[in-house]
DNA sequence: TTGAAAGCGCTAACAA
DNA sequence: TTGTTAGCGCTTTCAA
C-alpha cells in the first residue's frame, strides 16, 4: 500500500483558523446556504479558505449529501469517430453544471459492460449514459434494477414500453434522404450494406432504406442489401464484396455508415473500379475528414455534439426528478452532397 | 433537491442477515483480508452478498482509506483525432488495475483547465493525467502545489529540473524520417509549417525540423517556416498561404500535424496545385483516414495507444511510490510512406 | 478468527 | 444568525 501524501486541509482547520464551527464553515462555502450567513462572517470565512488554499472533499459531502455530481459514461469503442463529439457535447452540458463525466470503455462485450457498469454504479454516480452497442442487453436491467437514472445515446429500445430514454437519430428520415438523392440522379438499382442487426441503427437504417425504396416502388431484385457484422471498414469491405458479386446490377449503394463506405471505397479500388463513375456511394454519420477522402463522400450528418448535449441534458433533468420515464429524443440529420454519388452508369452496363 | 433513489444495501444489511459485525464483511468482501477469516464465514458472506446484489459504496471506502482508484485525464480537445486513442490505452490500463478515469475537456483556456482540475482534485482523484497544451502553464504548479501525482502525455515540460514525468514521441527523430525521405527523393527545398510554439511538440518539431535539414547541408533561403497558430486545419491552410507566397520556390514541404498538412491540401487545391506533382507533403501523427485522403498522406507514426498505456502505467506506479520524479519515456515514431511525397518537380521551375 | 469502537470530512436537522 | 449533534458507509486498529 502506498503511503497517503500531504495532508490536505478540512473544513475544521478553516473553521479554527476564522473561530467558527465547521457548520459555518460549510455554510458559508454553499452559495446555496450562503445567505443564512451574516455577511461579515461568510466574507471572512471565503477569504480563510481562498487564502489556505482551502479545496472541500466532495468525497464526504457526496457521502453525505448522497449526491455525487458524478455520470457516468459507457462507450463501446472511443476510437469511433462518431463517439469523440458525443463525448464532447456531454461532457460540456455536464461541466456547466457542475458534473463531471467518469468515461469508462465497455467495448463490446457484455460481461465487461456489466463490470464496468457495477464499478460505476459502486462510485455511485447520479446517473448513466449509455453509448454501448446490443440491442436488448443485461446493462439497461441491471440499471434500472439499481433504480439508477439511464439515457441511451445513438441507440434506443426495441420495445415500446418506453422504460429508458434515448437520444436518437431519425433513420428513417436519413434513409429516404440517401435514397431520394439517389433516385433523383436517375438510380433504380440500389444496394444496402447495413450494420448490424442486433443495433438500433443497424435495423433502423435498414427499415429505412427499405421503406424509402418502396416509396418509389423500387423492390428486389432492383434492391439488394448485405449485413455487415460490425460497423468497421474491414467488416464494410467483406461485405461490398458479397453485394458487389451477388449484384453486379447495382449502380449504387447506400451504406449504414461511414465506415461501411470506407470499406466500400477499398473493394472498388480493389476491383479496378472508380466512384462514383462505376458505382455512387452514399454514407452515414458525416464523420470527420469524409470531405476529403477521393472522391469526397456523400452522407447524411447527424449531429453528433448536440446528440451529447441532449442525452446530458436530458439524464441530468431526470436526475433532478424533473423528468420521468421514457422520454425520446430524436434529432434530425441532412443529406451532405459530395462527389461519391453521380448519375448511374449507361444502363445495362456492368462495371 | 431530487429526492434520493431507493435505498442500496449497506454492509450493515448484509451483516445482519449473516449474523457477523459489519466488519466481518468488509473483511470477507476485501480478497486481501479474506485469508483472516474462517473460510465457512466468508463463503456465507460472499454469497449472502452476492444473493442480495449488495455493491460496496466506494466513495465511503474511499473517504476511510484515502484513495480513490480513480485517475483524472484532462483533455484540450477530445475531437482531435489523436486524443480518442491516448484516451482508449489510459483507460485499458486503468481498467486492468480498477481503477477509472473522470475524464474533462479542459478546453484551451487557462482559466476553465484551472477550473477543471481543481474540480477533480476536489473528488479526491489520486492522480491525473494532462494532455492539455500550454508550455508552461499553471496547472502543473496547482497540481504540484496540491502533491498530486501528475503524467503528461503528448507534451513535456521544458525546464531539464525533471519536476514532472511525461509520456512523448520522440519529435526529433520524427522530423528527421520526414527530412531524409525528402531528402532521399531529391528535394532540397523544403518548407516547414511549424505548430504552436507555446506547445512542446511544436517547439520540439521545428527543432527538429532544422536540426535535419542542417545535418544535410540545408539552410535558408532553400528552408522556410511558418508557424502556425494553432493544430487546426485552417490554421493549416493559412498557414500554407504564407508560406507559398513566400517561398514559392518549395519543392516539399513538412506540416508539424497531420491537421495542419490537410490545411495545405486545402490551399493547394484552391491554387489548383497538385500533390505531390507540385508539391510533396509529409505529416505528422498518422491520425486515422489519411491513408484515404487524395493523395494518401506520407506521414510520421506516433503510437498514440501506446502513449495513454505508458502514461497511465506510469502515474499508476508513481500513485502507489513505486516511481518518483520526472521519468520521461519517450517513444520512437515511424515514416508511413504512402502517396503524398514524390519526386521534386522540374528544378527551377515554379508551379 | 471475530467483535467493538472510532473516525475519514462533510452536511443537515434541530436548538439556541 | 450560529452552534450542537448525529451520521452518511466504510475500514481499521485494538481487544477479546
Given at each position: ?26 455554510r458559508a462555502?454553499n452559495p446555496a446556504t450562503r445567505h443564512r450567513l451574516s455577511e461579515?462572517v461568510a466574507a ?308
Open positions: 500500500m502506498h503511503v497517503p501524501r500531504g495532508e490536505r486541509l478540512t473544513a475544521q482547520d478553516i473553521a479554527r483558523k476564522v473561530g467558527v464551527h465547521p457548520s459555518t464553515v460549510s462555502l461579515e471572512r470565512i471565503l477569504q480563510a479558505a481562498a487564502e489556505a488554499g482551502y479545496v472541500r472533499n466532495d468525497l464526504a459531502a457526496s457521502l453525505r449529501t448522497r449526491r455525487s455530481e458524478t455520470i457516468g459514461v459507457v462507450l463501446p469503442d472511443i476510437t469511433n469517430p462518431v463517439f469523440p463529439p458525443i463525448l464532447e457535447g456531454i461532457e460540456a452540458v455536464l461541466a456547466a453544471e457542475g458534473y463531471v463525466a467518469m468515461v469508462a470503455n465497455g467495448g463490446a462485450d457484455e460481461e465487461r459492460q456489466r463490470l464496468v457498469v457495477e464499478r460505476l454504479l459502486a462510485r455511485q454516480v447520479d446517473g448513466l449514459i449509455l453509448a454501448t452497442a446490443s440491442l436488448r442487453d443485461t446493462i439497461v436491467e441491471l440499471c434500472l434494477a439499481a433504480q439508477a437514472p439511464i439515457v441511451l445515446v445513438n441507440r434506443s429500445e426495441p420495445d415500446a414500453d418506453h422504460r429508458v430514454s434515448s437520444v436518437v437519430s431519425d433513420d428513417m428520415r436519413g434513409m429516404k434522404l440517401a435514397v431520394d438523392h439517389l433516385v433523383s440522379l436517375g438510380h433504380r438499382r440500389i444496394g444496402h450494406i447495413a450494420g448490424p442487426q442486433n443495433l438500433s441503427t443497424g435495423k433502423g437504417r435498414l427499415e429505412g432504406f427499405t421503406a424509402a425504396m418502396k416509396a418509389h416502388g423500387l423492390s428486389a431484385p432492383a434492391v439488394d442489401v448485405v449485413v455487415a457484422p460490425a460497423y468497421a471498414r474491414d467488416a464494410g469491405r467483406e461485405a461490398a464484396r458479397r453485394l458487389l458479386e451477388r449484384q453486379p446490377d447495382l449502380t449504387a449503394v447506400v451504406a449504414a455508415n461511414d465506415l461501411l463506405a470506407i470499406g466500400l471505397y477499398d473493394e472498388l479500388a480493389a476491383r479496378g473500379l472508380s466512384c462514383p463513375d462505376d458505382l455512387s456511394v452514399v454514407g452515414h454519420n458525416d464523420m470527420p475528414f469524409v470531405d476529403l477522402m477521393s472522391p469526397p463522400l456523400t452522407t447524411v450528418r447527424i449531429r453528433h455534439r448536440e446528440m451529447g448535449e441532449q442525452a446530458a441534458g436530458l439524464l441530468l433533468r431526470k436526475v433532478r426528478g424533473e423528468a420521468e420515464g421514457g422520454l425520446d429524443v430524436v434529432l434530425k440529420p441532412d443529406l451532405v452532397v459530395r462527389a461519391s454519388a453521380g448519375q448511374p452508369r449507361q444502363p445495362g452496363t456492368r462495371p
